[in-house]
């Protein structure tokens, strides 16, 4: 309670803090969509050396996107 005591008088207002926004990701996904299409037997870990980022970062970025391990048939 005492917070908002405090920002009433500093602003004069009653609003919420701002909401600080998701940290940008590393690896461009449009970029990485296009290396995947260009070179579609690479591993995981030769995309990341590719963008300077770690096999993890990766992974989640081909999340994203929607594209799962390769299966073979």
């Given at each position: 309670?005492?917070?908002?005591?405090?920002?009433?008088?500093?602003?004069?207002?009653?609003?919420?803090k701002?909401?600080?926004?998701?940290?940008?990701?590393?690896?461009?996904?449009?970029?990485?969509?296009?290396?995947?299409?260009?070179?579609?037997?690479?591993?995981?870990?030769?995309?990341?050396?590719?963008?300077?980022?770690?096999?993890?970062?990766?992974?989640?970025?081909?999340?994203?996107?929607?594209?799962?391990?390769?299966?073979?048939?």
């Open positions: 309670m005492k917070e908002w005591v405090k920002i009433f008088k500093e602003t004069g207002e009653f609003s919420p701002p909401i600080c926004g998701k940290q940008p990701t590393k690896v461009n996904l449009s970029e990485l969509s296009q290396q995947v299409l260009e070179y579609p037997d690479r591993f995981q870990y030769e995309h990341a050396k590719t963008f300077g980022v770690t096999q993890s970062a990766i992974s989640k970025a081909l999340n994203k996107l929607g594209i799962t391990l390769k299966k073979n048939i």
